[in-house]
């Protein structure tokens, strides 16, 4: 028996076999090594039901690519026969290929070219725990693709760590199949965190001592390309005789089969790779793992605009799926650099690219798709709404969408490209203009990192590229070339790359705000630094295609450069002339200015003679709204109706909803200056806002005034901080031995109660205890100032009347 004959997932392979005979979908849980990548697709060839050919889709290309061949290896063919392969920028495939390998990506091209998927019987979604922006978005395709047109289609999704429950019910309902896997012993050493160390040396120093303890080859897990140079720099001064592999997705495919293939001459090998290798792939050979314990994965900072490569603690699945490595062909080890005590609080799990990417491409796919409702379709985690809406606005504002949502002609040639949305927009325009092949050029700079070099200066990574006579940079041009042909090309003089660049990523244009250089503002309103040490430090304005960092000051690290001149040239159409209004607040009034911007950058400005009378007077509204009412020039008798109107609990007068509404009731009064609102005309706008039962609720809770029992009206200050307050003479109150209350709930009026002078003699809001208690006090005082006044014992008693005592006295005798 072969040792392919030997794996584990033959144990299982008639569960899977019968349940796509009987059904047409299944989830198929294996642990690395067990043989699922390899195995299942070619044993489905033999099946009645399999007419037609057999996709695998697999997360990277270096795994595309390996499992092809692995698989054309053991029917004893080479790929491109039985079995082929197809990524972006390489392919084996013939007219005798029945199984073809292809990236997640290049699947939801295939399916929106062809949603029926005529000629392919079965779609095998491999490492779906991965959850892949492109794997969440093809299974959901499938799916929907399957119960509207192809009821004949199976579908399966593999993983070694799933929850399988979740995909079966997807599926509806599938049968969930397990294997048990071949578990070979793996022993875990904790090497333990060393802070003080860069990961180059801490790396370098774990390699060299796994390199001494064991035998066997040496997988070491770097978070990115950078950090593998820097630890293979070192290994070559402590194991100078060592065979270092690079393995990452930037690698020339010779350099990727080397890693992945024990060494012809038999020499021990330490393959320094990224996080591609930690499923799909067996490392034929290894041993031993070392594991720095840290993932790099690309963000979509919504703040920023842009997407970030962020470096996290690896989680703790992906740390098994590392160690695993080891002990897929035999017993292993692996060592980590953290201690084993903090390994409970790494993350389960990676988070889904769902949930962390730019949803654009996502957006314009369900555009073209033609998905009526999104949070409909079969989704493991569905797109969060708010991330959708921002996708949806870019899309909308490089003509891809509609104001309803519906794509447009623009947007299906760009759909039909294999570029992001920004990219496919920069190469269509530039087509236009008769300069489609230095756009696809510059789209695949993007696109592939390590292209040229990495210069911040893409024009400087461009010249490199087209000089560069590598079968990587060869194999992408020719891909570039294949782009620039699908689209149809203008006439014109052509554009500078800075153009082009701008073109995709118009929100993105910079200006150096200082003359350091370093720092930048782009149209779109955010901050950006530039290294000084950068050769586009001395630029005046950047075409930026590239950043990376928080969305406080991201770097610069792609850029073209470009003079104002070209800017006004180039970017004639995007740059708006408007009115500009600034609050002066120190006048109380709107400045306007007309100025030329450049999204939020000004590139001119000055006062505009004939500005829009209605958007000032919008603008005015709008600042009353956020800064209240106190903007505005009120009458002592409107501040009072606004007083009265909160203590009686009036709605339509509260400062809420006068500043929420201050459109409706403020605006048609409003003019240039706020100051030149007639007091009024303000003051009948608000009693305007209550209807007939409002006013008597108002007199009835708030009435405006007082009257005394000798007859006399007092105006009742409602904004007294000590409560509503009257001021009254205290013989004006004579007879009076109930305390005056108003209001729901009733509450006592406060009493100032004054001389016959005006002087104040007392504050109460117990009437009859006052007269019954200091007002003899007052008596005693008052008497003696006022003799012509009467100051009774009793006052409850006494008729209210403000004569003089002879004159109260002579009245009385008529």
């Given at each position: 028996?072969?040792a392919?004959?030997?794996?584990?997932?033959?144990a299982?392979?008639?569960?899977?076999?019968?349940?796509?005979?009987?059904?047409?979908?299944?989830?198929?849980?294996?642990?690395?090594g067990?043989?699922?990548?390899?195995?299942?697709?070619?044993?489905?060839?033999?099946?009645?039901?399999c007419?037609d050919?057999?996709?695998?889709?697999?997360?990277?290309?270096?795994?595309?690519?390996?499992?092809?061949?692995?698989?054309?290896?053991?029917?004893?063919?080479?790929?491109?026969?039985t079995?082929?392969?197809?990524?972006?920028?390489?392919?084996?495939?013939?007219?005798?290929?029945r199984?073809?390998?292809?990236?997640?990506?290049?699947?939801?091209?295939?399916?929106?070219?062809?949603?029926?998927?005529?000629?392919v019987?079965?779609?095998?979604?491999?490492?779906?725990?991965?959850?892949?922006?492109?794997?969440?978005?093809?299974?959901?395709?499938a799916?929907?693709?399957?119960?509207?047109?192809r009821?004949?289609?199976?579908?399966?999704v593999?993983?070694?760590t799933?929850?399988?429950?979740?995909?079966?019910?997807?599926?509806?309902?599938?049968?969930?199949?397990?294997?048990?896997?071949?578990?070979?012993p793996l022993?875990?050493?904790?090497?333990g965190?060393?802070?003080e160390l860069?990961i180059?040396?801490?790396?370098?120093?774990a390699i060299?001592?796994?390199?001494?303890?064991?035998?066997?080859?040496?997988?070491?897990?770097?978070p990115?390309?950078?950090?593998?140079?820097?630890?293979?720099?070192?290994?070559?001064?402590?194991?100078?005789?060592?065979?270092?592999?690079?393995?990452?997705?930037?690698?020339?495919?010779?350099?990727?089969?080397?890693?992945?293939?024990?060494?012809?001459?038999?020499r021990?090998?330490i393959?320094?790779?990224?996080?591609?290798?930690e499923?799909?792939?067996?490392?034929?050979?290894?041993?031993?793992?070392?594991?720095?314990?840290?993932?790099?994965?690309?963000?979509?900072?919504?703040?920023?605009?842009?997407?970030?490569?962020v470096?996290?603690?690896?989680?703790?699945?992906?740390?098994?799926q590392?160690?695993?490595?080891?002990?897929?062909q035999?017993?292993?080890?692996?060592?980590?650099?953290?201690?084993?005590?903090?390994?409970a609080?790494?993350?389960?799990?990676?988070?889904?690219?769902?949930?962390?990417?730019?949803?654009?491409?996502?957006?314009?796919?369900?555009?073209?798709?033609?998905?009526?409702d999104?949070?409909?379709?079969?989704w493991?985690?569905?797109?969060?709404?708010?991330?959708?809406?921002?996708?949806h606005?870019l899309?909308?504002?490089?003509g891809?969408?509609?104001?309803?949502g519906?794509?447009?002609?623009?947007?299906?040639?760009?759909?039909?490209?294999?570029?992001?949305?920004r990219?496919?927009?920069m190469?269509?325009?530039?087509a236009?203009?008769?300069?489609?092949?230095?756009?696809?050029?510059?789209a695949?700079?993007?696109?592939?990192?390590?292209l040229?070099g990495?210069?911040?200066?893409?024009?400087?990574?461009?010249?490199?590229?087209?000089?560069?006579?590598?079968?990587?940079?060869?194999?992408?041009?020719?891909?570039?070339?294949?782009?620039?042909?699908?689209?149809?090309?203008g006439?014109?003089?052509?554009?500078?790359?800075?153009?082009?660049?701008?073109?995709?990523?118009?929100?993105?244009?910079?200006r150096?705000?200082?003359?350091?250089?370093?720092?930048?503002?782009?149209?779109?309103?955010?901050g950006?630094?530039?290294?000084?040490?950068?050769?586009?430090?001395?630029?005046e304005w950047?075409?930026?295609?590239?950043?990376?960092?928080?969305?406080?000051?991201?770097?610069?690290?792609?850029a073209?450069?470009?003079?104002e001149?070209?800017v006004?040239?180039?970017?004639?159409?995007?740059i708006?002339?408007?009115?500009?209004?600034?609050?002066?607040?120190?006048?109380?009034?709107?400045?306007?200015?007309?100025?030329?911007?450049?999204?939020?950058?000004?590139l001119a400005?000055?006062?505009d003679?004939?500005?829009?009378?209605?958007?000032?007077?919008?603008?005015?509204?709008?600042?009353?709204?956020?800064?209240?009412?106190?903007?505005?020039?009120?009458?002592?008798?409107?501040?009072?109706?606004?007083?009265?109107?909160?203590?009686?609990?009036?709605?339509?007068?509260?400062?809420?909803?006068?500043r929420?509404?201050?459109?409706?009731w403020?605006l048609?009064?409003?003019?240039?200056?706020?100051?030149?609102?007639?007091?009024?005309k303000?003051?009948?706008?608000?009693?305007?806002r209550m209807?007939?039962?409002?006013?008597?609720?108002?007199?009835?809770?708030?009435?405006?005034?007082?009257?005394?029992?000798?007859?006399?009206?007092?105006?009742?200050?409602?904004?007294?901080?000590?409560?509503?307050?009257?001021?009254?003479?205290?013989?004006?109150?004579?007879?009076?031995?109930?305390?005056?209350?108003f209001?729901?709930?009733?509450?006592?009026?406060?009493?100032?109660?004054?001389?016959?002078?005006?002087?104040?003699?007392?504050?109460?809001?117990?009437?009859?205890?006052?007269?019954?208690?200091?007002?003899?006090?007052?008596?005693?005082d008052?008497k003696?100032?006022?003799?012509?006044?009467?100051?009774?014992?009793?006052?409850?008693?006494?008729?209210?009347?403000?004569k003089?005592?002879?004159?109260?006295?002579?009245?009385?005798?008529?």
């Open positions: 028996m072969s392919a004959d030997d794996l584990p997932i033959h299982v392979m008639p569960d899977l076999l019968a349940a796509l005979k009987t059904g047409t979908g299944a989830v198929l849980i294996a642990p690395p067990a043989g699922k990548t390899t195995t299942v697709a070619t044993a489905l060839l033999g099946e009645a039901w007419t050919n057999v996709i695998l889709l697999s997360p990277r290309r270096v795994a595309a690519r390996a499992a092809a061949e692995r698989m054309a290896e053991l029917l004893g063919e080479k790929a491109g026969e079995v082929g392969y197809l990524t972006r920028l390489d392919s084996k495939r013939s007219a005798r290929t199984v073809l390998v292809m990236t997640e990506a290049i699947f939801v091209s295939t399916i929106l070219k062809d949603p029926e998927l005529s000629g019987s079965a779609v095998l979604f491999d490492e779906a725990h991965e959850r892949h922006l492109d794997s969440d978005l093809g299974l959901a395709l799916i929907e693709s399957a119960s509207v047109l009821d004949d289609l199976r579908l399966v593999m993983s070694a799933l929850d399988g429950a979740r995909f079966a019910s997807l599926l509806g309902a599938a049968p969930v199949i397990e294997s048990e896997g071949k578990a070979w022993a875990l050493r904790w090497l965190a060393r802070p860069r180059e040396e801490a790396m370098a120093s060299a001592t796994a390199w001494r303890e064991e035998t066997g080859d040496i997988l070491a897990f770097l990115g390309v950078g950090e593998m140079e820097r630890t293979r720099e070192r290994l070559a001064e402590r194991l100078p005789s060592a065979l270092v592999l690079p393995l990452h997705g930037q690698c020339e495919p010779a350099a990727q089969r080397a890693a992945i293939r024990r060494d012809a001459q038999g021990r090998r393959v320094l790779a990224t996080a591609i290798a499923t799909s792939l067996t490392l034929d050979g290894v041993s031993v793992v070392v594991d720095a314990g840290l993932s790099r994965r690309a963000e979509f900072d919504k703040a920023a605009g842009v997407t970030r490569l470096t996290h603690r690896a989680s703790q699945a992906a740390a098994a590392r160690a695993g490595r080891a002990a897929r035999g017993p292993g080890v692996a060592y980590r650099l953290w201690e084993e005590a903090a390994h609080g790494r993350p389960a799990f990676e988070p889904p690219e769902m949930l962390v990417s730019d949803l654009a491409p996502l957006a314009l796919t369900l555009a073209e798709w033609g998905a009526g999104v949070g409909a379709m079969a493991i985690d569905p797109p969060p709404v708010p991330a959708m809406a921002a996708a606005g899309l909308r504002s490089l891809a969408l509609d104001d309803d519906r794509i447009t002609a623009h947007g299906r040639a760009m759909a039909a490209l294999p570029l992001e949305p990219l496919a927009h190469l269509i325009h530039a236009q203009h008769g300069a489609a092949e230095d756009a696809a050029a510059l695949l700079l993007l696109q592939e990192r390590g040229g990495r210069s911040d200066d893409l024009h400087h990574r461009f010249e490199s590229w087209r000089r560069d006579r590598s079968s990587r940079a060869e194999a992408s041009r020719q891909l570039a070339g294949r782009w620039a042909r699908q689209v149809r090309q006439r014109g003089d052509g554009l500078p790359l800075a153009a082009i660049l701008a073109e995709g990523f118009p929100d993105m244009i910079a150096a705000r200082d003359g350091s250089g370093e720092q930048w503002l782009t149209a779109g309103g955010r950006l630094r530039l290294d000084p040490a950068s050769p586009l430090i001395r630029s950047l075409a930026v295609g590239e950043a990376q960092g928080d969305a406080k000051g991201a770097r610069i690290t792609g073209v450069a470009l003079t001149a070209e006004q040239r180039w970017l004639g159409h995007r708006e002339r408007r009115t500009a209004l600034r609050w002066v607040a120190e006048e109380r009034r709107v400045e306007a200015l007309l100025e030329q911007r450049l999204g939020t950058i000004v400005k000055g006062p003679p004939a500005p829009d009378k209605d958007a000032i007077a919008r603008f005015l509204a709008e600042r009353v709204a956020e800064d209240g009412l106190g903007l505005l020039p009120l009458s002592d008798t409107s501040l009072g109706l606004l007083a009265r109107a909160r203590f009686a609990g009036i709605a339509a007068l509260s400062d809420e909803a006068l929420a509404e201050a459109e409706n403020l048609p009064l409003l003019g240039r200056r706020l100051d030149e609102v007639g007091k009024g303000l003051h009948e706008a608000l009693l305007g209807d007939y039962a409002e006013r008597q609720q108002l007199d009835k809770l708030a009435p405006p005034q007082f009257r005394s029992p000798a007859g006399t009206g007092h105006d009742i200050d409602y904004a007294d901080p000590g409560g509503p307050s009257v001021e009254v003479r205290v013989q004006a109150l004579f007879g009076l031995d109930r305390h005056p209350t209001g729901q709930p009733a509450q006592p009026l406060l009493l100032k109660l004054t001389s016959p002078g005006g002087k104040p003699v007392q504050m109460t809001r117990d009437l009859p205890g006052f007269w019954r208690g200091s007002w003899r006090d007052v008596v005693k008052m003696g100032r006022y003799p012509r006044h009467r100051w009774p014992d009793e006052p409850w008693a006494e008729d209210p009347s403000l003089t005592k002879n004159a109260f006295e002579a009245t009385r005798r008529k």
